[in-house]
């Protein structure tokens, strides 16, 4: 659980319900050896910051590239995101998700809502879905499967070994989707597949 | 007392609010999870008192989670003295066009009509504040009535267990704010979470004993011995002047920091706000601290509040 600021708490409660080991990360070293992270909410241009003064940026890239599944919500989608759009001057955007999204693409404050989803990958049950000054994906790429949209925009998408989503599982209780994310770990930690890349950068 | 029941339930908010009707995919603004949950977003940050767009921008590029717009720092609102009252509309609008980060303002205690004010500017988070001068001596605003959550000052728990039956969704410490030492932020801390460790030691048939003691909903003190949490998110303010007092904030439990005037009543404002907000990152470990600490330049001047005439403080302002 990447733990320089936002809602870290709230996901690392979640997973722990969910059967999972969560530790907060904050440093190169812890980085570099997880076998998944998970991006909380939070401010996406200060969590950008913190990672750029503090050296994140370069182990986060290598881990990314060595294949390590992420999961992320409302700022740390826009974190990995391609692009950004609203963003600060020099915003970081670290590019493991091919998507173009929009910083508080609703509005602000009073504009954040709640309603139910529809997530078919979850079964018929709906999903209750925070929304809080959250981005709008406008733009996906070919490889981007959508797993649940909002008003015909996509707010739940998979793109490989990402799970990544512009609402807040983490604050609902309903861990459907923190579990969609184990198993799929789960499985490439047991598969033969070669696992995520640990190690130093190169 | 039924109607505060269901309203600080937190499975309930949907009978929360009176003003906010439902769309059939059961879509809904202004619930309590949602006000709530900004806070929660803000974690771990910094919140900086700003008085013009260009301190607002410095306050982004440092890393600030949020900015306070305001058009006095309480440094100089206690020096220049007089009635304080909410930020000029024009710079509020002005400071919220340039920045992306979300903009709180403050209104007056119990200053209903400045808050509904604030609302209708779309400003991210109201601030109740002491630092103004009070509205209403007895009754705080009916912060339920509103789809903009509040912050809301307290000097301990049964204050802010109040301030949330009120509908506050987020609280902070008083402090004494413009003064830019730390010792009443630290005292204020202390009460409101030890107030939380003693409330878990008691037996549920002392609570409601304990209820009356503390002058708090009885339903929020049963909630805080069963979950040995405050409900909302709970910063610290009222002095904090040095990267070293907000990594103390932190490490006696505070979620971030309030950092009014110790920003830019300093020498080296962008480089105080990198360091502040650094210090609220890595409260728990000091080399990094010595680390950003090292050359900044001076501090805000501060004040020994035990000097200062009672009726000069700002915390003993609101109950």
Known sequence: MLALQGDVRE???????????????????????????????????????????????????????????????????????????????????????DLRTRRNGYGRQVDSFECDLDVPVL????????????????GCGPGVE??????????????????????????????????LFLDGVGELLESDAPLPAEGSVA | MGLLTTRTKAGDQMSADRTHDQAPDGEHRGGLRVKRGLAEMLKGGVIMDVVTPEQAKVAEEAGAVAVMALERVPADIRREGGVARMSDVSLIKGIMAVVTIPVMAKARI?????????EALGVDYVDESEVLTPADEE???????????????????????????????????????????????????????????????LR????????KRLGAPYELVV??????????????????????????????GADGNFVGSGIFKSDDP???????VAATTYFDKPDVIADVSAGLGKAMRGLDVASLPKEELLATRGW
Not at chain 1, 123 to 138: D, N
Request: glycine letters at 10%; one cysteine or more.
């Open chain 1, 11 to 97: 996901h690392l409660a979640a997973f722990d319900q969910a059967g999972a080991e969560a530790l907060p990360v904050r440093t190169a070293d812890e980085i570099l050896s997880v076998h998944a992270l998970a991006l909380p909410g939070g401010e996406s241009s200060t969590l950008s910051r913190l990672i750029r003064i503090f050296g994140l940026e370069a182990p986060l890239r290598h881990r990314l590239a060595g294949g390590m599944p992420t999961f992320s919500t409302c700022a740390g989608t826009i974190l990995l995101s391609r692009a950004i759009l609203d963003g600060t001057v020099d915003q970081l955007a670290l590019g493991a998700l």
């Open chain 2, 223 to 252: 909630e805080v011995a069963e979950t040995g949490k405050l409900p909302v998110v709970n910063f610290s303010a009222g002095g904090i002047a040095t990267p070293a007092d907000a990594a103390l904030m932190m490490q006696l």
């Open chain 1, 123 to 138: 079964g018929s049950a709906s999903f209750r879905a925070i929304f809080i000054r959250a981005p709008v994906i406008e």
């Open chain 2, 139 to 201: 009754n705080h605003i009916d912060k339920w009535a509103f789809t903009v959550p509040f912050v809301c000052g307290a000097r301990d728990l049964g204050e802010a267990l109040r301030r949330i039956g009120e509908g506050a969704a987020m609280v902070r410490t008083k402090g004494e704010a413009g003064t830019g030492n730390v010792v009443e932020a630290v005292r204020h801390m202390r009460a409101v979470l030890g107030g939380v460790r003693r409330l878990q030691a």
């Open chain 2, 270 to 276: 962008l480089g105080y706000a990198k360091a502040i």
């Open chain 2, 110 to 118: 119990g200053h209903l009509v400045e808050a509904q004010v604030l």
């Open chain 1, 146 to 179: 959508m797993l649940a949209a909002h008003e015909g925009r996509p707010v739940a998408v998979r793109q490989g070994r990402h799970l990544s989503f512009t609402f807040h599982p983490e604050m609902t209780g309903d861990l459907r989707l923190h579990r």
């Open chain 2, 204 to 211: 549920h048939d002392e609570l409601m004993a304990e209820a």
